[in-house]
């Protein structure tokens, strides 16, 4: 019962923490925005624009772990924790859509992604999260959330706000953004933290699944920096507008992926 009560600790956590991303001031914002090059306001919308496709994928790809865990047994808690998640992971998407609109302006999004990124989030994250409506077995609920919670939240997402961090707090410009995207991590440890949670699960009862796990990373992990350089590749695929190199976030990427491995290796034990 340890992973239950660590599931509904977080699905309270998740009521107190609520936020709302209409309620994030933008003004700041307007100005500060009027002061960037066309370079910097392209980079910027096309990090957000990477950040809301992930945020919408997440959001309409989450449901069927929740339904495949409900016809598990004594899986309540899981479920309690999706149903808070998969409302944030709303919010998320709700929160880069309005600053994007309200800042950017009209921009066509679909020019800003770039190739990983529609592999990433238009095929394998769908495909891994829908089979598990199909295919009950473990390996597939691992597949699921290896690619779900520790590639795309767990690596992609975290690398992606230390960018925005560099970027934009040690500028200190684009205030909202900076606090939206704080908002945002804080609801993604959550995610993360309950995505562990499921795999230790899973590996104490079969350790052969960690062999899937193994396998899936290998596919995976070349696709996260495939998205990196997605946002890359317009700048020269070395350096962004603001300076921010690939290879920092590279080894930002290698360095998170670590943490995971070594946050499931603990329980291994
Ligand atoms: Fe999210
Ligand atoms: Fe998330």
Redesign the pocket.
Known sequence: MHFDDAHWARYHKAKKLAWDPQAIDLDQDHRDWAALNEEERDATIRACALFLG??EA??SDLAPLLVALRRREGQDAACAFLASQIW??TK??EFFRRWLAEIAGDVDLDAYTGPSHTELFDRVLPDRLDTVLTDASDEALVRAVTTYHLFV?GTL?ETGYHGFYEIFERRGILPGLVEGIRL?QR??AR?VAFGIDMLREAFEQDGDLRDVLEVEAEMLFPLVVGVLGDYFAPYGGEQDPFGLTATELLMFASAQFGKRQAALERTAA
């Open positions: 992930g945020e997440v959001a944030e992971e998320h998407a939240e997402a945002v609801d993604e995610h």
